[in-house]
């Protein structure tokens, strides 16, 4: 499965950004995914993922309520909507998929069991 993103950029705090995450095969319509987020010179973060049936979603404290996870089974692609973006947001975004809860309702919470990872996009966020 090749997963590759993009979307990112250079925004003012409080501006709004949307990632994409394309996908090979069918990767988006039957695993669970997820975005998670790394800034410089710190750990890997969870941000938000999708159950593999697409029903469920669950965020990170850090990002509920400003940021949205969603897919488009049509166009085999993951999306990230930030809104109300924060300086503390800066970092490179990663999508990954998990293949073992192909169309499965349960919804990943950490990145620690994701098998493919796309390359990151970097974003960026000024005060």
């Known amino acids: 499965v090749r997963l590759v993103e993009s979307g990112g950029g250079l925004v003012q705090a409080g501006g709004s950004l949307r990632l994409s995450c394309a996908a090979s095969?069918?990767?988006?319509?039957?695993?669970?995914m997820a975005w998670s987020r790394q800034a410089p010179g710190k750990e890997r973060e969870f941000v938000a993922g999708?159950?593999?049936?697409?029903?469920?979603?669950y965020y990170a404290d850090s990002v509920k309520d400003r940021f949205t996870i969603s897919r488009d089974v049509a166009k085999n692609t993951l999306y990230l909507q930030m809104n109300s973006l924060k300086p503390e947001d800066t970092a490179v975004y990663y999508c990954a998929a998990d293949r073992d809860l192909v169309f499965s309702i349960v919804v990943p919470t950490t990145f620690g069991g994701m098998d493919y990872w796309g390359k990151g996009t970097l974003v960026t966020v000024s005060s």
């Open positions: 999708i159950s593999g049936n697409g029903g469920r979603t």
């Open positions: 095969g069918r990767a988006v319509s039957m695993y669970a």
